[in-house]
């Protein structure tokens, strides 16, 4: 599992660093999401797939 963030589209929300705070951070200076794990753990693949979903911009994708 593999998190790919669009730092382009990302308008820092951050409903995913809520949802998968072990997984995501904000960086409040550039403005976007930060990826903390690119390759979480397997048991967190519910959180993230709900980060992924809770995007409003769909600036989130998951690749197995
Ligand atoms: S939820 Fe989407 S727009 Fe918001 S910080 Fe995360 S990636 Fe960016």
């Given at each position: 599992m593999r998190v790919i963030l669009d730092t382009q589209n990302c308008?820092?929300?951050?409903n995913c660093m809520l949802t998968a705070p072990d997984v995501f951070d904000l960086d409040e200076e550039a403005g976007t999401a930060i990826i903390l794990?690119?390759?979480?753990?397997?048991?967190?693949r519910a959180a993230v797939e709900e980060a992924v979903r809770s995007c409003p911009v769909q600036a989130l994708t998951l690749e197995d």
């Open positions: 308008q820092a929300y951050g794990r690119e390759r979480p753990p397997a048991e967190l």
